[in-house]
């Protein structure tokens, strides 16, 4: 048996394993704001679903054939928290049975629910094409996807790893689009607003954190009626434990819930010739919280960062539009670089589909003097050479001569505009479609 020392462990695998939980399984990437279980939710998801709901338990159940290795529980609990109407701005799956609520969000086993692909996750998530491959071979999702803004803060994110934790709040979508636009023009953004799908209460920026102040009512000098509170932070149970131990206390003579599906209601009886002042009723009623956040993610390259409490947010929508232009550069490079070769293609088809009308070319050759016709004489290029051998002789009439000048033309137009096009506006193009879509 080795002997070894407890700082070699300490510094070798303890260290080792305390770095990968959390870079490689309970902070979010800044890239695409998942994890690694979300994206072998998505790899699998997007193969699986494909429009169709499937049970939670049969999609969470399959991630550990493209390499996940950290059991089918996890995962499907995890894809329940993607569905999760009420607790995503923008869900990446669609839920279908008991996926719980604001009052209580316990979901169903996984198998009675199902859950798919939400459509909406095409205007999000683009350029696959370009996604970096992960390091691990059998780690089959990509090193991140690449979505059009920082859904870390859209939806955001509660992590816990070794010596570390995070806690990213959530942000209307529509102001971060707004904010990559207005970047996009090169003017000054506007802040971006927090917003807690469902919460109609106030919210209020503070230093490092927001504070949110539900909705209640004082119906009478003894009786309030509670009918909104921050449900990140309450749920019905959690409330009426809380009031019940007031009742215990003798704080309150008693409560009522009238909580009804999503539409939280209490109505709280204090005893007679009780007041309560504004700092009681804060106390007592707890309709405040302040959602305290602690800004730490995984950057692109990798590595785990701690961002500043106060001017966090606003490095990480910078350092995203910096991360995420360039692959705009590279889209656009791409797409030239394929319009330039089927504009070569449908040149030389074109010349061959003339000369076989004018009955100028004989097809009575073996097809390697074919092969050298076509690639010399009309210059195709050799991906679509195989192509036009196998193409019919019936199928190249005037009406498909036509058809495919119509479609050189429009060929032609798609790369005048992206040879005059800018990342920028490339970006706002998406932008702009994602925006109609919400």
Same mark, same amino acid.
């Given at each position: 048996?080795?002997?070894?020392?407890?700082?070699?462990?300490?510094?070798?695998?303890?260290?080792?394993?305390?770095?990968?939980?959390?870079?490689?399984?309970?902070?979010?990437?800044?890239?695409?704001?998942?994890?690694?279980?979300?994206?072998?939710?998505?790899?699998?998801?997007?193969?699986?679903?494909?429009?169709?709901?499937?049970?939670?338990?049969?999609?969470?159940?399959?991630?550990?054939?493209?390499?996940?290795?950290?059991?089918?529980?996890?995962?499907?609990?995890?894809?329940?928290?993607?569905?999760?109407?009420?607790?995503?701005?923008?869900?990446?799956?669609?839920?279908?049975?008991?996926?719980?609520?604001?009052?209580?969000?316990?979901?169903?086993?996984?198998?009675?629910?199902?859950?798919?692909?939400?459509?909406?996750?095409?205007?999000?998530?683009?350029?696959?094409?370009?996604?970096?491959?992960?390091?691990?071979?059998?780690?089959?999702?990509?090193?991140?996807?690449?979505?059009?803004?920082?859904?870390?803060?859209?939806?955001?994110?509660?992590?816990?790893?070794?010596?570390?934790?995070?806690?990213?709040?959530?942000?209307?979508?529509?102001?971060?689009?707004?904010?990559?636009?207005?970047?996009?023009?090169?003017?000054?953004?506007?802040?971006?607003?927090?917003?807690?799908?469902?919460?109609?209460?106030?919210?209020?920026?503070?230093?490092?954190?927001?504070?949110?102040?539900?909705?209640?009512?004082?119906?009478?000098?003894?009786?309030?009626?509670?009918?909104?509170?921050?449900?990140?932070?309450?749920?019905?149970?959690?409330?009426?434990?809380?009031?019940?131990?007031?009742?215990?206390?003798?704080?309150?003579?008693?409560?009522?819930?009238?909580?009804?599906?999503?539409?939280?209601?209490?109505?709280?009886?204090?005893?007679?010739?009780?007041?309560?002042?504004?700092?009681?009723?804060?106390?007592?009623?707890?309709?405040?919280?302040?959602?305290?956040?602690?800004?730490?993610?995984?950057?692109?390259?990798?590595?785990?960062?701690?961002?500043?409490?106060?001017?966090?947010?606003?490095?990480?929508?910078?350092?995203?539009?910096?991360?995420?232009?360039?692959?705009?550069?590279?889209?656009?490079?791409?797409?030239?670089?394929?319009?330039?070769?089927?504009?070569?293609?449908?040149?030389?088809?074109?010349?061959?589909?003339?000369?076989?009308?004018?009955?100028?070319? %004989? =097809?009575?050759?073996?097809?390697? @003097?074919?092969?050298?016709?076509? #690639? &010399? /004489?009309? *210059?195709?290029?050799? !991906? $679509?050479?195989?192509?036009?051998?196998?193409?019919?002789?019936? %199928? =190249?009439?005037?009406?498909?001569? @036509?058809?495919?000048?119509?479609? #050189? &033309? /429009?060929? *032609?137009?798609?790369? !005048? $505009?992206?040879?005059?096009?800018?990342?920028?506006?490339?970006?706002?193009?998406?932008?702009?479609?994602?925006?109609?879509?919400?």
């Amino acid at each position: 048996m080795q002997k070894i020392t407890i700082t070699e462990m300490m510094n070798g695998p303890w260290k080792e394993r305390a770095i990968a939980t959390c870079e490689e399984r309970g902070i979010v990437s800044i890239a695409d704001g998942l994890k690694p279980v979300h994206r072998f939710l998505i790899y699998q998801g997007c193969k699986m679903c494909k429009g169709k709901y499937d049970k939670v338990a049969a999609i969470g159940g399959t991630v550990a054939s493209a390499g996940y290795e950290h059991g089918e529980a996890s995962a499907c609990g995890a894809l329940v928290g993607l569905s999760a109407y009420f607790s995503n701005n923008l869900p990446l799956f669609i839920g279908k049975g008991s996926f719980g609520n604001v009052l209580d969000p316990t979901a169903a086993a996984h198998r009675y629910i199902f859950s798919k692909m939400n459509p909406i996750f095409e205007n999000i998530y683009k350029d696959n094409e370009l996604v970096p491959k992960h390091p691990d071979p059998e780690n089959l999702p990509p090193l991140y996807y690449l979505p059009i803004i920082p859904m870390c803060l859209v939806n955001g994110s509660t992590g816990l790893a070794t010596g570390y934790a995070s806690r990213i709040p959530p942000h209307d979508p529509v102001s971060i689009i707004d904010w990559y636009i207005a970047k996009c023009q090169n003017k000054k953004p506007k802040t971006i607003k927090p917003k807690y799908y469902g919460f109609t209460g106030t919210i209020e920026r503070q230093d490092d954190c927001y504070k949110l102040t539900g909705i209640y009512d004082k119906i009478s000098n003894v009786k309030y009626k509670v009918t909104e509170l921050p449900h990140t932070f309450w749920t019905s149970q959690s409330y009426e434990m809380h009031l019940r131990k007031l009742e215990e206390k003798g704080k309150i003579l008693k409560y009522e819930n009238n909580s009804v599906e999503d539409k939280f209601e209490y109505v709280i009886t204090l005893k007679n010739n009780t007041k309560w002042t504004e700092e009681d009723e804060e106390k007592y009623l707890k309709v405040s919280c302040n959602d305290k956040w602690n800004l730490t993610m995984i950057r692109p390259n990798g590595k785990l960062h701690v961002y500043d409490k106060k001017n966090g947010i606003e490095e990480i929508l910078q350092e995203f539009y910096e991360f995420r232009l360039p692959y705009y550069s590279k889209r656009i490079e791409n797409i030239i670089r394929k319009l330039e070769l089927e504009i070569k293609w449908k040149t030389a088809y074109i010349k061959f589909c003339k000369d076989v009308i004018a009955n100028k070319f %004989n =097809f009575k050759i073996d097809d390697e @003097e074919f092969e050298k016709v076509l #690639l &010399e /004489k009309y *210059k195709m290029p050799t !991906e $679509y050479i195989q192509t036009t051998m196998n193409t019919p002789v019936r %199928n =190249f009439t005037k009406k498909s001569l @036509e058809k495919y000048e119509n479609q #050189l &033309e /429009k060929i *032609k137009e798609d790369y !005048e $505009y992206y040879k005059n096009t800018s990342p920028e506006e490339e970006w706002i193009k998406d932008l702009e479609v994602l925006k109609k879509s919400l």
